[in-house]
């Protein structure tokens, strides 16, 4: 399956980078992920405002192929005979000196590739999962999606070693967001709950697409933080991403929540989501 690395589609083999590149020595970057569902890329626009976004809040240069990424995202789908699975780009400034304030001798560097994965075969989706609950101690521009992951890599792996599927995270406010998904909840009077937009938290564009389908089905919202006990205690809980989709949380570290199963507001939204995805048009 072919990728495509500055300009051209290539065998993963033949895609290769500078060890100089500014992504590699400082972490340097900003990512997208796009879900392909039933041949469907779910979202390109929004995903690519929140690029150009991220783009310009690190001042990164933008790169020459940025008016044609839309054709190149359905060209590698077409190419890898994707049906179902993600898209993933990455853009560095490209290689140059290791200089903190330096910049790059090259173009900037674009990566994108397209994996296949059975996003809507994902066992969780219809069992839900076990989270643990982190402290969150990211930076404090988690609106741009940067390729420094390091927290939720360290996040997620210890809650796999403790036999939990994820890991959420929360600071003296209240919960922030899932390490790589935005946390909903759903309030007695069966309202949804998810936290306001800020630099905490990344601007997920699943999150506002559910928000969107909520409200255009007459499921109120409210974007309102929600402290950890409000989770603990709260009718159903939910994370939304890219890939996942949306997933039901059952279980906090010890504590089960509600009645320990998928409630019936996160299954209407699991359907309203995947209609809309379906009625996507396929590449
Ligand atoms: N929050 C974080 C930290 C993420 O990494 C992600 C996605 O990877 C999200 C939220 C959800 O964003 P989106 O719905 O655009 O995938």
């Given at each position: 399956e072919d990728v495509f690395l500055n300009g051209r589609f290539l065998s993963p083999a033949e895609a290769t980078l500078s060890v100089f590149d500014r992504g590699f020595l400082f972490g340097?970057?900003?990512?997208?992920?796009?879900?392909?569902?039933?041949?469907?890329?779910?979202?390109?626009?929004?995903?690519?405002?929140?690029?150009?976004?991220?783009?310009?809040?690190?001042?990164?240069?933008?790169?020459?192929?940025?008016?044609?990424?839309?054709?190149?995202?359905?060209?590698?789908?077409?190419?890898?005979?994707?049906?179902d699975g993600?898209?993933?780009?990455?853009?560095?400034?490209g290689a140059g000196e290791r200089d903190f304030t330096g910049t790059a001798d090259t173009r900037p560097t674009l990566?994108?590739?397209?994996?296949?994965?059975?996003?809507?075969?994902?066992?969780?989706?219809?069992?839900?999962?076990?989270?643990?609950?982190?402290?969150?101690?990211?930076?404090?521009?988690?609106?741009?999606?940067?390729?420094?992951?390091?927290?939720?890599v360290m996040a997620k792996k210890n809650a796999v070693r403790q036999g939990l599927k994820d890991a959420v995270f929360y600071d003296e406010t209240g919960i922030t967001e899932g390490a790589s998904s935005n946390i909903f909840i759903v309030t007695e009077s069966g309202a949804v709950r998810t936290r306001p937009l800020s630099h905490k938290l990344l601007p997920g564009c699943t999150r506002g697409r559910i928000v969107a389908l909520a409200r255009d089905h007459g499921i109120q919202v409210h974007e309102q933080a929600f402290s950890v006990e409000e989770l603990l205690t709260a009718r159903e809980a939910f994370v939304t991403s890219a890939t996942s989709l949306i997933v039901p949380i059952i279980q906090v570290n010890e504590k089960t929540i509600a009645d320990g199963k998928p409630g019936p507001v996160t299954r209407t939204l699991q359907k309203l989501y995947i209609d809309y995805i379906h009625a996507l048009p396929p590449c």
């Amino acid at each position: 399956e072919d990728v495509f690395l500055n300009g051209r589609f290539l065998s993963p083999a033949e895609a290769t980078l500078s060890v100089f590149d500014r992504g590699f020595l400082f972490g340097e970057g900003i990512y997208e992920v796009w879900a392909v569902v039933g041949q469907r890329i779910v979202d390109t626009e929004s995903h690519l405002k929140r690029l150009d976004r991220s783009l310009a809040e690190c001042g990164l240069p933008t790169p020459p192929e940025r008016d044609t990424l839309p054709q190149i995202l359905t060209e590698l789908v077409r190419r890898g005979g994707l049906t179902d699975g993600f898209i993933y780009l990455q853009i560095t400034p490209g290689a140059g000196e290791r200089d903190f304030t330096g910049t790059a001798d090259t173009r900037p560097t674009l990566f994108i590739m397209a994996r296949k994965k059975d996003l809507l075969g994902a066992p969780a989706l219809e069992s839900g999962m076990a989270v643990d609950l982190v402290p969150d101690i990211r930076w404090l521009r988690r609106d741009i999606k940067t390729t420094m992951l390091m927290p939720q890599v360290m996040a997620k792996k210890n809650a796999v070693r403790q036999g939990l599927k994820d890991a959420v995270f929360y600071d003296e406010t209240g919960i922030t967001e899932g390490a790589s998904s935005n946390i909903f909840i759903v309030t007695e009077s069966g309202a949804v709950r998810t936290r306001p937009l800020s630099h905490k938290l990344l601007p997920g564009c699943t999150r506002g697409r559910i928000v969107a389908l909520a409200r255009d089905h007459g499921i109120q919202v409210h974007e309102q933080a929600f402290s950890v006990e409000e989770l603990l205690t709260a009718r159903e809980a939910f994370v939304t991403s890219a890939t996942s989709l949306i997933v039901p949380i059952i279980q906090v570290n010890e504590k089960t929540i509600a009645d320990g199963k998928p409630g019936p507001v996160t299954r209407t939204l699991q359907k309203l989501y995947i209609d809309y995805i379906h009625a996507l048009p396929p590449c």
